[in-house]
């Protein structure tokens, strides 16, 4: 497969994800619960999931793309997580009805976290096939 072609299969996922990250973060803030407790989880697991989400695509999109050594690789992905949840909390700071906040960069790098733990301890009890589809 010619490097171009290749680079745009999987980075095309993560430029779309961070994308559909920006868009749901320029929402007015959204109440998916009527009780309190249940909303705050729901949006916080929601955080969680979209960050691991754009770790997953990340790790997939490096480790086919460039010569990174596996824990060079994992951090990378770590890194970038966190970085990217820092821009998205800060341009929720000029969507009316939001605010940035210092503690979904944490519930956004904990999705980051659990995939990195992923990749690095729960890969290998998958079956072969699936994770050679993986990664």
């Known amino acids: ?3 171009n072609v290749r680079i745009m299969l999987f980075w095309f996922p993560v430029i779309l994800w961070m994308g559909l990250i920006f868009i749901l973060s320029s929402f007015n803030q959204l109440q998916v619960s009527e009780i309190a407790w249940k909303d705050f989880v729901i949006r916080k697991l929601a955080h969680i999931t979209e960050y691991f989400v754009l770790y997953f695509l990340l790790f997939r999109a490096l480790k086919n793309t460039s010569s990174l050594t596996s824990w060079k690789l994992l951090t990378t992905c770590l890194i970038i997580t966190f970085l990217y949840a820092i821009t998205d909390e800060y341009h929720q700071t000029f969507v009316s009805g939001r605010s940035g906040k210092s ?3 944490g519930f956004d790098t ?11 301890k729960l890969i290998c009890f998958l079956p072969k096939k699936i994770r050679e589809y993986i990664v």
């Not at 904990?110 to 690095?120: E, N, Q, R």
């Open 1 to 3: 497969m010619p490097k």
């Open 103 to 105: 503690t979904d960069i």
């Open 110 to 120: 904990t999705g980051g976290v659990i995939g990195l733990l992923f990749f690095y």
